[in-house]
């Protein structure tokens, strides 16, 4: 089909209507309306192939359960009226009918006034009989008449026919999620076979030049596709089938051939990355060509997730997620998850929300609705809701938050102190047994291990040593690992208590010059001999520490006014300052001596840092913080933490 020069300027133009962005409220809802209404389409599954799924249709019992009046228990079927007198002073003698009912057997013979039939639970109460006695109460009398102690009441130890379920009646609603219940209902109403929604076919498709698959070598400047995966398994676990495609170089013939190829053979397509209008912005060009109506909102006032693209062609929903995982996990789960739930014939999803108070100010974006990751403590008055201190580049703070809060998109920032709705991830709060604010370090993870393996639930924020303090002050957590180095005193930790809080010792950190082995400015040197002849070097890249890290204090002394190249890169941890040396981006930094071993680094030994806890006194009695400390003092991690490359204070 060709275009007149003025069709296609309005259609471009179209096309730049839809660059606009839209709120939240708005993208859902045109999206909705270009998808539905629409049939769920159904198809028949085998009981045992049905366990996951939601029913398609209302199912009615077709029979009664159960299907005969039984007995409940073991012993006799007797006319009710023959033992109105009886009890345990005054017995009644009934004479026994000449057979047995065992489950499975249909009675024979008829319950005649001043007679009892021997029956097992489950056995149909045969005609003339209206209740059961229980063996414990009878005594047997000769082989063929039975003594009864005790009065039954009509009906006493019988199910009725339909009393379970009842004919006729309706069994599961269409919508249900067959769970193991629902199959036992089934099952006992004798359908093998139900008719169930069909799992919409989602195609999901990563899309950059700089994505390796999980299991196979990074190279350089790459980076492992975890959007494949995680939205895989998120189409799966809201109803979908999910059919990954793998990720895609930046190539528009390439792209194009896929997405033609994912679409057809599904029903839904789910790509991420190539959403920022850059010069990788190839997919939405594909998409307007790929059917009708195509874009249906690019841009949405979200935060993460602003790049979020949703369209349909052809009556199928093509959604472009952003590349970030973060923001594409959650635009995933705001936005894409009713849509596709309404697909599978699933209920939408309910969730739960708590309250909790926010103890730092959170920045926001005017005009975008943030939500902001959280992690839940419990405090001294109530939950607290701890942001997630990542970025949306960052996996972890999807992963290891507990939910949710969103900040209008009207507002500027939420004020410390704000008590707000959180959403939570899961069906309901999980508190942790020990929380740990503060500074991270992999030695923590070793004297935490025995915790978990004893049930503990243990929940570690990183926010740096003063973060950590400030926490601790707050009575927001059990304890702060701190590294601060003081130096009037120059002493570490100590001076940074204030009431409430106790240091107790952890374990010593040597830091020292991290550089690539082989390199003779700093091979068999001692730190000041290699910073010597780092600095007569115009070629030599360093890379700093933050204002405020205690190594930057010992970086600073060593250069004394020097600032060589590389001296404004900045770094916040440990690790960015060992792999910008693997990566030939810097030839030296200061690191703490596991990290650069476990870089394959050379590392110059030069001062030892101080790794210790502040613990919260108030605190401290807890069982959560007793284990703590008992494994701190324990030789099994004391010998890990040797092991691991730190000293045991
Ligand atoms: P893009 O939208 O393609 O510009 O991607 C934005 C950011 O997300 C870049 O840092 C990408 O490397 C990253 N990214 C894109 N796709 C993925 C993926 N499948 N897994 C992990 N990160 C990704
Ligand atoms: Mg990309």
């Known amino acids: 089909m060709s275009m007149n020069p003025q069709s296609q300027i309005r259609s471009a133009l179209e096309q730049e209507q839809f660059l606009k962005i839209l709120s939240r409220e708005e993208a859902l809802a045109r999206f909705e309306a270009a998808l539905f209404p629409r049939a769920v389409p159904s198809e028949k599954r085998k009981l045992g192939d049905a366990l996951g799924v939601a029913l398609a249709e209302d199912i009615t019992a077709p029979i009664d359960v ?5 007995s409940n228990v073991d012993g006799f079927a007797v006319r009710s009226a023959d033992l109105a007198a009886a009890g345990e002073g005054a017995p009644r003698r009934l004479t026994l009918n000449g057979e047995t009912i065992h489950c499975g057997i249909a009675p024979r013979m008829q319950v005649a006034a001043g007679t009892a039939t021997p029956i097992a639970t489950g056995g149909p109460l045969p005609r003339g009989a209206d209740a059961v006695v229980m063996v414990e109460h009878t005594q047997p009398a000769g ?8 009065a039954v009441s009509p009906g006493q130890f019988v199910s009725y026919a339909g009393s379970d379920i009842a004919r006729g009646e309706a069994l599961l609603r269409a919508g249900t999620i067959i769970g193991s219940r629902e199959i036992g209902m089934l099952a006992a109403s004798g359908i093998a076979e139900v008719s169930v929604a069909r799992r919409p076919r989602v195609a999901v498709l990563s899309t950059g030049d700089e994505l390796v698959q999980p299991g196979l070598k990074l190279r350089p400047a790459a980076i492992y596709d975890s959007n ?54 190839l997919t939405h060009r594909i998409i307007a060509r790929l059917g009708s109506p195509g874009i249906i909102a690019h841009g949405v006032a979200l935060k993460p997730g602003k790049p979020l693209c949703l369209a349909v062609c052809d009556g199928k929903p093509v959604v472009i997620l ?3 995982p973060t923001s594409a996990m959650f635009t995933f789960h705001d936005i894409i998850v009713p849509v596709l739930r309404r697909m599978a014939g699933l209920p939408p999803r309910t969730d739960a929300t708590v309250h909790a108070k926010v103890p730092v100010r959170i920045a926001s974006e005017l005009g975008r609705a943030e939500f902001v990751m959280v992690s839940l403590v419990d405090g001294s008055d109530g939950l607290i809701a701890y942001p997630s201190g990542k970025g949306s580049g960052a996996i972890t703070s999807f992963a290891q938050a507990d939910g949710f809060l969103r900040i209008d998109a009207l507002a500027d920032a939420m004020p410390a102190g704000t008590q ?33 393996r004893a049930g503990l639930t243990v929940r570690s924020i990183a926010v740096g040593s003063l973060g950590g303090l400030a926490a601790a002050k707050r009575g927001e957590c059990d304890l702060a690992p701190i590294h601060l180095f003081d130096e009037k005193t120059e002493s570490y930790n100590t001076p940074f208590l204030s009431d409430g809080l106790e240091l107790v010792p952890g374990w010593r950190r040597m830091q020292g010059i991290v550089f690539r082995r082989g390199d003779a400015r700093f091979e068999s040197r001692s730190a000041p001999d290699a910073v010597r002849a780092a600095l007569a070097d115009p070629a030599c890249i360093m890379v700093n520490r933050n204002q405020g890290a205690g190594t930057r204090i010992l970086i600073d002394r060593l250069l004394g006014a020097a600032r060589p190249d590389g001296y404004w890169n900045q770094p916040k941890s440990h690790n960015a300052v060992a792999a910008a040396v693997g990566q030939h981006r810097a030839d030296w930094g200061m690191t ?56 045991p204070a």
Do not use: W
């Open 66 to 70: 159960p299907p005969f009046d039984r």
């Open 420 to 452: 707000a709705e959180v959403t939570l991830f899961t069906p309901h709060v999980r508190v942790p047994d020990l929380v740990i604010v503060g500074s991270h370090c992999t030695g923590l993870d070793l004297v935490t291990a025995p915790l978990a």
């Open 322 to 324: 952003p590349g970030f």
């Open 592 to 647: 703490i001596a596991p990290v650069a071993h476990a870089a394959g680094l050379g590392f110059i030994p030069l001062a030892e840092e101080h790794y210790d806890f502040a613990v919260v006194t108030a605190r401290k009695s807890r069982p959560a913080v007793q284990a703590f400390l008992a494994s701190l003092a324990s030789e099994e991690s004391k010998a890990a933490l040797a092991q691991a490359g730190f000293r």
């Open 143 to 150: 082989s063929d008449a039975v003594d009864v102690r005790r």
């Open 228 to 281: 494949g995966a995680i939205v895989a398994a998120a189409v799966t676990e809201n109803g979908g089938d999910a059919h990954f495609y793998g990720a895609i170089a930046d190539d528009e013939a390439l792209l194009e051939a896929a997405m033609r190829q994912a679409l057809a053979e599904n029903d839904m397509l789910v790509l991420s990355g190539g959403t920022s209008k850059g010069a990788g912005d």
